[in-house]
Structure formats: C-alpha cells, structure tokens
C-alpha cells in the first residue's frame, strides 16, 4: 500500500506574516494562505477572488465557515501564541499519522496520494455554540479545522482531525451530493465519524455536538427525526442536523430541534448499530445509511 503523504500548512507562520501587515492582507490570505487549498475550494464553488469587488470568495467563505477576520490582530495574536505553546501544529501531525496507520492496518483507503491540513483560526463569537473549534474534511484530500484555544477544546483537538479524517475516508467510498442527500445520509456520516473519533482518542473527548445532550432532549430529537430520515436536500437536511438556532441563523425552516441534535442522534444510531452487531467502525465505515439505520434498533 502506498504511504499517504501529510501536509500540514505553517498556518502559524503565515499568520504571524498576516498580522504584520499594514495592507495586502486580503490578497496574502487568497494567494499564500489559501492557495494549497485551491482544488478544495473550486469543488466548493469558491473562488480564491470574486471577479466583482465584494464579491463571493475564499475570504467571505471564510468567515461565513466561522474563521476568525483577517483584520481582527490583536484577538488572533493572542490565540497564536496559545497554539504555539500547545505545539499545535505538531498535535496535528502526530494525529494525521495516527489515522493513516488505521486506516492502512484496516484495509480502508483515502482517494488521495497526499492529505493538506490547516488550521486557522476560529471566531469564538460565531462559533460559540461548538465551543471555539469546527473543521471541514468533506474532500478527500484537504482538512481544515478552526479553533480558538481554550481549556476545553484543546483536548479535543486530535478527536476533531480524527473526524474530520474520517469524512475523507467515507467519501472516498460515498458521493457526497448536496442536492440528494438525505437526513438518514447526514446522520450516519457524522455518527460515523464521531465514533470513529471515539475509537481513536474516547469517548471523553467527542465534541458537544454529541455530548451536551440530556437523555430526554435526545429522545424528543429522536422522535422528530425518525419521521423525517428520506427528506432530501441540504437547506432541508441542515434544520434535522443543526437544529434551530442554526436554521434561523441560516434561514432554513425549524423543525423544533436543539443545536446538533442530528449529530447526537447520528452518533447514538451508528453506537447501536455497532454494538448490536458487534461490528467494529473499519466495517461499518463501509456499510450504506439504510443498512446502518434499519439494523441500530434506535428508531423501532
């Protein structure tokens, strides 16, 4: 098996050239920063820079994903020197390898020869509800993950790129389509990936969006979402996943839902899945929504 080569951008670095900046910013955050992550973007439909001023590209993307203002200095110098400390970049590094050595002692694959990753930093504010640190791994091939550091989440930092990871490897098998996919299809995506975080680093270190759930939140979640597994298309899907916080922000419908409910209750489908099959996450990563859903016993 080929050995799969990993990437990790000196975000640090290049922020600490961005901070120093007096202008340019915007076009060194395009064409250094972002740069590497060209083909990750273009899947996206997000150009490096809008062909109007103004217009829609990498940096509102960015701050739209919840990254920290290219302008915002003195906030992002002081979560740098945070990363620094924790040796942030070398976290990333050490759990890239771990999840490569998984995979290849586990027969999965990456449609990749090489994985990018960076790691920017977060808006605490927009990112209030995930606790300062989200990431994006929907492309096989690139990771991201925003974090702004604090005593919770940098714990949790490899569990997060563990995620993460995880998406390259289901999407390596599954297409992901925006417009078909389905609650069902989101739930197990993220449930998986969750429990893969779980097999790697324990279940200590998921993220809230699993384990900020009250027993009875989870089964009023579950009832709303069992009627709902085949609706389709992603401003529907988003409400299911995200809840309702997410969906007036977004201007997506609520359905009655609390904040990551569709993440929990992903988890807790693919969890009894796993345990009422005894089939471990390397198998499961394999298998199709419909088989994991009708055979967890969570939705009866």
Known sequence: MVPIKIIIEDTIGQYETLFSMIENREDYYRYSMMKPFEDMWKKMNVPLKAKQPNGYDVIMAANMLGYLSIFDTETGRKALEN????????????????????????????????????????NQKKLELHRGYCGFGGIPGFIQVSIFPNSYNIP?????????????????????????????????????????????????????????????????????????????????????????????????????L???????????????????????????????TDEILSNSGLFL
């Open 258 to 288: 609390s904040p990551f409910a569709g993440y929990a209750v992903g988890y807790q489908a693919v969890q009894s899945f796993m345990k009422a099959n005894n089939v471990g996450i390397s198998e499961a990563t394999l298998l199709g």
């Open 156 to 256: 949790r930092l490899p569990a997060v790129i563990a995620h993460e990871f995880h998406h390259n490897i289901r999407f390596s098998y599954f297409n992901w389509d925006y417009g078909n996919v389905t609650v069902g299809d989101y739930l197990i995506i993220e449930g998986l990936a969750e429990s893969f975080a779980k097999e790697l680093y324990g279940e200590a270190l998921l993220g809230p969006w699993v384990t900020s759930f009250e027993k009875e939140d989870l089964e009023y979640s579950k009832e709303i979402i069992k009627d709902s597994l085949n609706k389709k298309g992603f401003a529907e899907v988003s409400s299911y996943m995200f809840g309702d916080t997410f969906a007036a922000e977004q201007g997506y419908q609520p359905v009655g």
């Open 83 to 122: 990363l620094k400390e924790i040796q942030a970049l070398q976290i990333a590094y050490g759990t890239l390898t771990h999840c490569v050595e998984f995979i290849q002692q586990n027969r999965l694959k990456i449609n990749a020869d090489e994985i990018r990753f960076g790691m920017y930093l977060a």
